[in-house]
């Protein structure tokens, strides 16, 4: 059988994210993958407050008090947050969190944290494409409008010309028989007369 340490301690190390255990919001103990993560060393970790990840003390707030109401209602705890690195990078992560000794989060909690950045990004230039897009369909459905008031116009300019040509031209047509009327008229007088 395995020792239980050892086999904790091959996890810890393996693990491809950030792992931790925290008590009181301080760190007690995190893997390479969290220091690799955050540019900080260990040494400069544990013992010390987790708010040294924070960009706000907003921030740090918000996220104890959410990730210790769900862990006090279903066990764990998981909330998206944002880490800042040591070199000043901004992170965007997911942390979950459970206490080390069943339901009392007092004694120990132990978390992970994955890094969520590229996704994010990726979102957030989704959200940007479809803001642009947007734009873009508002500025041709604006000028789809406005040609189709144009055209409108121009349908009802062209109806009222041919409206006047087809009076006019029945005007022409009532004088040209009324020409002929009277030129067969004239050639009747002059066929009397001779």
């Keep these: 059988m395995y020792d239980t340490q050892q086999l904790l301690d091959s996890i810890h190390r393996a693990a491809p994210i950030a792992i931790g255990v925290v008590e009181n919001r301080k760190f007690q103990c995190v893997n390479s993958q969290m220091c690799a993560m955050t540019g900080y060393d260990e040494d400069e970790l544990v013992g010390n407050s987790a708010r040294i990840l924070y960009p706000t003390q907003a921030e740090f707030d918000r996220v104890g008090r959410d990730k210790y109401a769900m862990m006090a209602k279903e066990g764990i705890g998981t909330v998206e947050t944002q880490w800042l690195t040591k070199d000043g990078r901004i992170l965007d992560v997911v942390l979950s969190s459970a206490p080390t000794d069943g339901k009392d989060a007092g004694k120990g909690i132990t978390f992970t944290a994955t890094d969520i950045?590229?996704?994010?990004?990726?979102?957030?230039?989704?959200?940007?494409?479809?803001?642009?897009?947007?734009?873009?369909?508002?500025?041709?459905?604006?000028?789809?409008?406005?040609?189709?008031?144009?055209?409108?116009?121009?349908?009802?300019?062209?109806?009222?010309?041919?409206?006047?040509?087809?009076?006019?031209?029945?005007?022409?047509?009532?004088?040209?028989?009324?020409?002929?009327?009277?030129?067969?008229?004239?050639?009747?007088s002059e066929k009397m007369a001779s």
């Design 117 to 188: 950045t590229p996704q994010k990004e990726s979102e957030r230039e989704t959200a940007k494409i479809v803001k642009s897009l947007g734009n873009v369909i508002a500025d041709r459905t604006r000028w789809l409008n406005e040609n189709n008031l144009r055209l409108e116009e121009e349908i009802k300019k062209r109806m009222g010309i041919e409206e006047n040509l087809r009076a006019s031209k029945e005007t022409l047509e009532k004088t040209v028989e009324q020409l002929r009327d009277t030129q067969a008229q004239i050639i009747q």
